[in-house]
């Protein structure tokens, strides 16, 4: 089972994994976006981490309900509200148990993966953060490491699409080629779940 402490170093664990890799996401941003990706999630993990240290929720949902309104107040960009309705609709399927199995939490974060795709109106295919966490979904049910490797494959695998949601959009065909920013940090986002259930 697994308790609010874990999610607790699920998101201090993508807080981290956010630093390390921010020059890398707003790298990925520049050439299809406005090279903000990496500074957005920067901002808005490290409110998440400080939130957590401060008002410690003793749920899982209450983490990630707590991470999600940080995400959509802290974060400007795109991926601020469409994180933040993943977790926060995530943290709201998980209701107030104490403790959650691995299925509850896969069938929580299938939820939260279904309202971002309808907030952002992205399928899969359309070269964005989607294309990460529905593979990674999908797999969940198998393990933690699967999942961290269907994430990351599916974000490599943007790389060929052209983007049909979000500012990459806007350059048509020669979005072609480029691996996209949010597809990229979702696979960080997954890495950590496993990172936090390894410890
Ligand atoms: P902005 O584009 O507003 O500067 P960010 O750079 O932080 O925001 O985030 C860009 C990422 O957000 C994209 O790489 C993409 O993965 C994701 N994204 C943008 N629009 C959508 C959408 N409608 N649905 C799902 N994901 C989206
Ligand atoms: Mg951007
Ligand atoms: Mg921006």
Known sequence: M??????????????ASVDREAERLTALDSPIGDA???SNLQRGFTAVAAALEKEAPDTPGGVLTLAGRQLISTV???S??????????AGKALGDASEVSAEQLAEALRTGVDAVMTLGGAAPGDKT????LVPAVDALGDSFAASRTAAEEGAVATTPLQARK???SYLGERSIGHQDPGATS?????????EAADE
């Open 129 to 132: 953060m989607i294309d990460a």
């Open 36 to 38: 903000d990706h990496g």
């Open 166 to 168: 979000g500012r990459a």
């Open 186 to 194: 979702a696979a960080l986002l997954v890495a950590a779940l496993a």
């Open 2 to 15: 697994l308790d609010a402490a874990f999610f607790r170093r699920w998101m201090t664990a993508t807080a």
């Open 76 to 78: 400007g960009g795109a």
């Open 80 to 89: 601020g509200p469409l994180y933040g309705t993943l977790l926060r609709r």
